[in-house]
């Protein structure tokens, strides 16, 4: 008879580089490259719109992050060894790319309501939204801009309670906290 082992843990090391290399890589496929400075469509967005074909948005990647930076204190993301080792460290994302990096941390983390953090490491909305902060991506006007496009696609349904009561409220699903961050997100984008 064979006793089964558990598998090896992944090393911390590894998975936060992994974590870094795939935010690094989400972000450079969003930077807009086109033949002149007064072109604001590249030439794919270009093409796709006279065919009407238009590319369907995709998921950036992300990596779960190391356990133990899930289970510290938020502070501790924002020393800045462990900024420049697992985060932006500064790295400027637009509010619709800090809306989708928070619907990802929220997914790999799990979800939570009445706390922005669960024992475990899951986040509500704002814990999301604290883990990019002290990592370094973005700052607290590309914070303030997001809250104010979750907040718009809110009020657009009727509902004036502030984003984070929203989360918290009994009957709440992660599902619908996804659907609303990630609304937000496409939102931001039509009206940048």
């Known amino acids: 008879m064979s006793v089964a082992t558990a ?8 998975s936060a580089d992994l974590l870094v290399a795939e935010i690094e890589h989400y972000l450079a496929a ?9 072109v604001t469509k590249t030439t794919a967005e270009l093409i796709a719109e006279a065919l ?11 990596t779960e992050p190391p356990r133990l930076l899930r289970l510290l204190p938020d502070w501790v993301l924002s020393v800045p060894l462990v900024r420049q080792l697992h985060g932006g460290y500064g790295r400027t994302v ?5 809306l989708e990096l928070t619907a990802l941390v929220i997914e790999r983390y799990g979800w939570t309501q009445r ?16 883990v990019l902060y002290r990592l370094g991506y973005g700052d607290d006007a590309t914070v303030a801009a997001a809250a104010g496009h979750l907040q718009a696609v ?20 992660r599902d619908e906290v996804l659907a609303l961050v990630r609304e937000a997100a496409a939102r931001t984008r039509t009206t940048a």
Do not use: K, M, V
Not at 124 to 130: F, M, R, T, V, W
């Open 7 to 14: 598998p090896a843990a992944p090393s911390l090391e590894l």
């Open 30 to 38: 969003r930077t807009r490259t086109t033949a002149h400075p007064l």
């Open 52 to 62: 009407g074909t238009a590319p369907a948005a995709t998921a950036p990647a992300f």
């Open 94 to 98: 637009s509010p619709a790319e800090h």
């Open 115 to 130: 706390q922005h953090r669960s024992r475990s490491g899951r986040r509500c909305i704002l814990g999301a939204q604290a």
């Open 154 to 173: 809110l009020a657009a349904r009727g509902i004036r309670q502030p984003y984070h009561q929203w989360n918290d409220a009994p009957g709440r699903s």
